[in-house]
């Protein structure tokens, strides 16, 4: 099975079709009627079409077992073929197209079942999806060449050469999948004064997207928030709140991160944590769709 444990929980949708087609109007008749003599097709049809849905993980061995929070199944009658309509929802970290297949293909192989007594020349044809919404596949082709990024490392071991970077440039390359280039890279020690005026001078034109790394713990030398805080102008908790949250599914001490994030100009400012695990959770939880928010602030509507 696929490891989805790095992705968030989001509403997922997908919406598939299959369509049984008999072989003479009295079939549909007898459908409309409920004269079929194994019982109500489109009913006992449903009904397999929803257990379908939901056992889905039990018979596909790669998919994984979720929350169906919702499921549709209904029909539209078109000539001698009736299309099966099956639309799924969850909010989980993968998406529910093979469980609406599933579904669909259930329902239509109820239906065929039921009709067979009468009609020896029912098939079943094109059972296929229609839709799918959710997830970070909905941003996986965009790219954001017009945000240039800036990266600051504030540790006083990797200014003073005791230790390497690692969280900077991991951050720098996850940007790249994005189209975003880094324009700037610098390694800081822990000293307010110096942090807040490298925030002042890198937030600008050049730079819309500004990221410390480091120094966002509780140890006496982690002051990165005092030194950025006042300098914030338009403060946006939501982002750390997310942050926060995805990695506290993940490990115990996320919620001692003192994370900040906002508008300074028209630059935002991202403060994540200084190891390379930590900032690799904050990507995963943040972007693509944090960068919506540059279009946001230039006064477009969600």
Do not use: W
């Amino acid at each position: 099975m696929v490891n989805i444990t790095n992705k968030s929980n989001t509403l997922r949708i997908a919406i598939a079709m299959a369509t049984v087609k008999v072989s003479k109007p009295e079939t549909v008749e007898a459908i409309e009627q409920r004269k079929i003599p194994k019982g109500d097709v489109f009913e006992f049809a449903r009904a397999a079409g929803l257990l379908g849905v939901k056992k889905t993980s039990d018979l596909i061995p790669d998919c994984h077992p979720l929350p169906i929070e919702y499921t549709s199944i209904t029909y539209a009658i078109d000539g001698l073929n009736i299309h099966i309509t099956v639309e799924v929802h969850t909010i989980y970290k993968t998406g529910v197209e093979v469980e609406a297949m599933h579904g669909a293909s259930i329902t239509a192989l109820t239906m065929y079942d039921m009709l067979k007594p009468i009609d020896k020349g029912v098939e079943i044809q094109n059972i296929r999806l229609l839709k799918k919404s959710g997830g970070k596949s909905d941003f996986r082709q965009l790219q954001f060449p017009e945000i240039k990024a800036a990266v600051v490392v504030c540790s006083d071991s990797v200014f003073s050469g005791k230790a390497q970077d690692s969280s900077g440039k991991t951050i720098i390359g996850l940007l790249e999948q994005f189209g975003i280039e880094t324009l700037k890279y610098e390694v800081l020690p822990d000293e307010v004064e110096r942090i807040s005026a490298k925030a002042l001078e890198l937030c600008g034109a050049e730079h819309q997207l500004l990221i410390f790394t480091g120094g966002t713990g509780l140890s006496p030398r982690d002051v990165t928030p005092e030194a950025i805080s006042p300098l914030i102008e338009r403060k946006i908790d939501g982002i750390m709140e997310t942050a926060r949250q995805y990695g506290q599914e993940r490990m115990p001490y996320a919620m001692l991160s003192r994370g900040i994030a906002g508008f300074i100009g028209d630059t935002l400012v991202l403060t994540f944590p200084g190891s390379k695990a930590g900032v690799e959770e904050y990507i995963h939880a943040l972007f693509p769709q944090i960068l919506h928010l540059f279009k946001v602030n230039k006064g477009q509507k969600h």
